[in-house]
């Protein structure tokens, strides 16, 4: 199915209901949630999902697994999906909280064809065959380390949304916690508590969340020069190091990438 409205077929009695979805550049499908848990690859471009809870970035050729009934917001660059709805009991190994994984060649075949079917599409033969097999490909996936946590506070929760949109090299934890009309230190104690980082290691990170959009129009030195790196050379050791591949593997000119072994990591019970 294509360009198809989930609500239009949700009825239909499929533990996997694909559809594949085109979207206008800088697309944004505003806080919403669905009932049935959710595979979104990103055929094309770069996706940026919202929670409570954090920030995923999906570079090309990635998907995100997003838990049934979970509020969330996609922003959409030069993106085309092809999109899982999948029944929450068929799943039980399904992540709790959004997780970024790798796109291996015969997981997007599969998404290409599945992408295809009629919502009642016959589960003997090879359609049936292929939904099955779509779930096994997907719970061999590695989750990839491509988000940030979100803190639960108000205040706090707002300096970093801003931080995501506009990243400044140049903001300091005391900047911060003026802001927050708090200590240096108490400001610092408390972002630990809620993010698990401090606040400079978590703006180093979105930093390099920012940079993978703005590959599929700048090169590696723009970007680089962009987010304030002293060096292409600075922000590619940096990239590498956050992400295990090299800033050029996201480029809008890089097609598949290097991947290593996978690890099964989510696993049917």
């Not at 690859?41 to 998907?63: I, K, S």
């Amino acid at each position: 199915m294509k360009n198809v409205p989930l609500d239009t077929v949700d009825h239909v009695d499929r533990a996997v209901l694909p559809i594949g979805t085109d979207y206008p550049p800088g697309h944004v499908l505003d806080w919403h949630q669905h009932r049935r848990a959710q595979f979104l690859y990103g055929a094309t471009g770069v996706m940026v999902v919202d929670t409570a809870q954090g920030t995923w970035t999906v570079p090309p050729e990635r998907a995100v697994l997003i838990p049934a009934a979970t509020q969330h917001r996609v922003r959409m660059v030069g993106v085309s999906t092809r999109s899982l709805y999948i029944e929450p009991d068929v799943v039980p190994w399904w992540p709790a909280s959004c997780t970024v994984v790798d796109v291996p060649p015969l997981l997007r075949e599969l998404l290409a064809s599945a992408v295809e079917f009629e919502a009642d599409y016959a589960l003997s033969g090879r359609d049936g065959c292929i939904a099955t097999l779509l779930l096994h490909e997907i719970a061999a996936r590695t989750p990839l380390p491509f988000h940030v946590a979100i803190p639960s506070s108000g205040d706090l929760t707002e300096l970093c949304r801003a931080y995501l949109a506009a990243p400044d090299v140049a903001v300091t934890n005391a900047q911060w916690a003026d802001r927050s009309a708090m200590s240096e230190r108490a400001f610092t104690r408390r972002f630990r508590s809620e993010t698990g980082e401090s606040p400079a290691v978590w703006r180093a990170r979105a930093r390099l969340l920012a940079a993978v959009p703005l590959l599929g129009t700048a090169s590696v030195s723009a970007v680089a020069g962009r987010l304030g790196y002293a060096s292409p050379a600075a922000f590619t050791a940096a990239f590498t190091r956050a992400f295990g591949l090299p800033p050029s593997r996201f480029a809008a000119t890089h097609h598949g990438g290097e991947r290593g072994p996978t690890r099964r990591l989510l696993h049917t019970a």
